[in-house]
T-cell receptor, first 112, second 120 residues
Framework: DQQVKQNSPSLSVQEGRISILNCDYTNSMFDYFLWYKKYPAEGPTFLISISSIKDKNEDGRFTVFLNKSAKHLSLHIVPSQPGDSAVYFCAARPSGTYKYIFGTGTRLKVLA | SAVISQKPSRDICQRGTSLTIQCQVDSQVTMMFWYRQQPGQSLTLIATANQGSEATYESGFVIDKFPISRPNLTFSTLTVSNMSPEDSSIYLC?????????????????FGPGTRLTVL
């Protein structure tokens, strides 16, 4: 049972445009959500997070939106840059733990 | 943030053998984790490595197959025992560290570069 789902395995976006990566979850006990970015031959690196008490968190070009009623979160990258090309993982954790549940990832390709 | 290194970075092993993966952190951390990422799959938590006590394994993972050591607060090993081709994965070490945020500090999980294991 996949508790965190990223239904789009890949996404291509033109440089300068917006990239929108989506993530759905099923467990209502999740109270903290994160996005990680992964380059080939490297471990995932933390990008941005959001607590369940918020519906939006912004950090520079990156914004994460959380829709708790729909159990959906999204990552917006504006403007997209070629260096953003990577695999993006959505992750969630239940309240009171550090046991992150990861999605399968979305490979973003930003075209110059 | 924590800087994490893993050895080896990659290996090709024969069926039936065992491989021990090392994880070194540049600071003392309480919580260390081992993850596996099988081809095309998400990262899956194998176990939490506790210093001074036995590791805590997630459902589907057992100590006989994935013995873990945690001799101190900066180091851990994961052994993949009696390997089969199904064990071919990237194995990642992870720790919880502190990062500065707009509201002070918070704890986040940091990952090592991973060990890419291929079992023939």
């Amino acid at each position: 049972d996949q508790q965190v789902k990223q239904n789009s395995p890949s996404l291509s976006v033109q440089e300068g445009r917006i990239s929108i990566l989506n993530c759905d979850y099923t467990n209502s006990m999740f109270d903290y959500f994160l996005w990680y970015k992964k380059y080939p031959a490297e471990g995932p690196t933390f990008l941005i997070s959001i607590s369940s008490i918020k519906d939006k968190n912004e950090d520079g070009r990156f914004t994460v939106f959380l829709n708790k009623s729909a159990k959906h979160l999204s990552l917006h990258i504006v403007p997209s840059q070629p260096g953003d090309s990577a695999v993006y993982f959505c992750a969630a954790r239940p309240s009171g733990t550090y046991k992150y549940i990861f999605g399968t990832g979305t490979r973003l390709k930003v075209l110059a | 943030s924590a800087v994490i290194s893993q050895k080896p970075s990659r290996d090709i092993c024969q069926r039936g053998t065992s491989l021990t993966i090392q994880c070194q952190v540049d600071s003392q951390v309480t919580m260390m984790f081992w993850y596996r990422q099988q081809p095309g799959q998400s990262l899956t938590l194998i176990a939490t490595a506790n210093q001074g006590s036995e590791a805590t394994y997630e459902s589907g993972f057992v100590i006989d197959k994935f013995p873990i050591s945690r001799p101190n607060l900066t180091f851990s090993t994961l052994t993949v025992s009696n390997m089969s081709p199904e064990d071919s994965s990237i194995y990642l070490c992870s720790v919880v560290g502190t990062v500065a945020s707009g509201m002070g500090y918070r704890n986040e999980q940091f990952f090592g570069p991973g060990t890419r294991l291929t079992v023939l």
